[in-house]
């Protein structure tokens, strides 16, 4: 939490970020008088943010009289910037899947940052994907539940621009036949015609929905997805360096 008198400022900003970086923060929160726009749109910012997790909130207190005179004095907390899902899920319950989507990548979380130590762990969502940035802004790595019956690891490419991510997933499928005979196992190639962006998959099977897997299941799906993001990464990320 970042607490600071009159209006926010650049110089608070820097530290907020910074100590919610130093403890893996969950939940940030930066308590002031007021919040100048640009500040808030730098919240907003980085509440759609994959690869954070983290959640933002701006909070404006305000000194209000609570008793029957007004020698008693209190304070009211504004909420001023807020992720765009809390309102609903304290207004509504988890659905069955969207809890299993959580814990699913809780457990994940764990798994991959005990493999690996020096990764940024994430905060996991109630949604059916977990990403990370892959060094270029608009392309990430992440795990993937794709309806009921697949779960993939994959490069997701979207830079703001239909052009550059053309660019970027051509650059890379010309290394097709290297980067599949190193994975040793199916990827799929996907432009995405219908939309901006383009992916690379690994896909793997599910034998159920998150929500009835069994933990058997469950295990064997997070080693599967801990050692193919890494064999993953170890392909695509030298042939990010070029872009």
Not at 6 to 12: E, I, N, Q, R, V
Not at 43 to 51: A, G, Q
Request: aromatic share 12%.
């Amino acid at each position: 939490m970042e607490n600071q008198f009159g209006s926010t400022d650049h110089d608070h900003l820097g530290k907020l970020l910074t100590y919610a970086a130093g403890i893996d923060a969950g939940f940030v929160v930066w308590v002031a008088e007021g919040f100048r726009d640009e500040h808030r749109s730098v919240l907003d910012w980085l509440n759609t943010r994959d690869s954070s997790g983290a959640r933002f909130f701006g909070v404006r207190p305000r000194i209000v009289s609570v008793g029957t005179d007004d020698a008693t004095l209190g304070f009211e907390f504004t909420i001023v910037v807020e992720p765009n899902d809390w309102e609903r899920e304290l207004r509504d319950p988890l659905s069955d899947r969207e809890q299993g989507y959580r814990d699913f990548f809780a457990s994940l979380v764990d798994a991959y940052a005990e493999h690996r130590p020096s990764w940024n762990r994430l905060t996991p969502q109630p949604r059916s994907y977990l990403t990370f940035g892959a060094g270029i802004s608009g392309v990430s790595f992440g795990w993937v539940f794709h309806g009921e019956t697949e779960f993939s690891v994959e490069l997701y490419i979207d830079a703001g621009d239909a052009e550059q991510n053309n660019a970027i997933f051509e650059s890379l499928k010309e290394d097709q036949t290297t980067i599949e005979s190193n994975l040793e196992t199916e990827v799929v190639w996907e432009p995405l015609p219908n939309g901006r962006a383009c992916r690379i998959k690994v896909p793997r099977p599910t034998p159920a929905p998150v929500e009835e897997l069994t933990p058997d299941e469950q295990n064997e799906l997070i080693d599967w997805g801990t050692n193919q993001m890494d064999a993953f990464r170890e392909v695509i990320e030298p042939r990010l360096t070029q872009f």
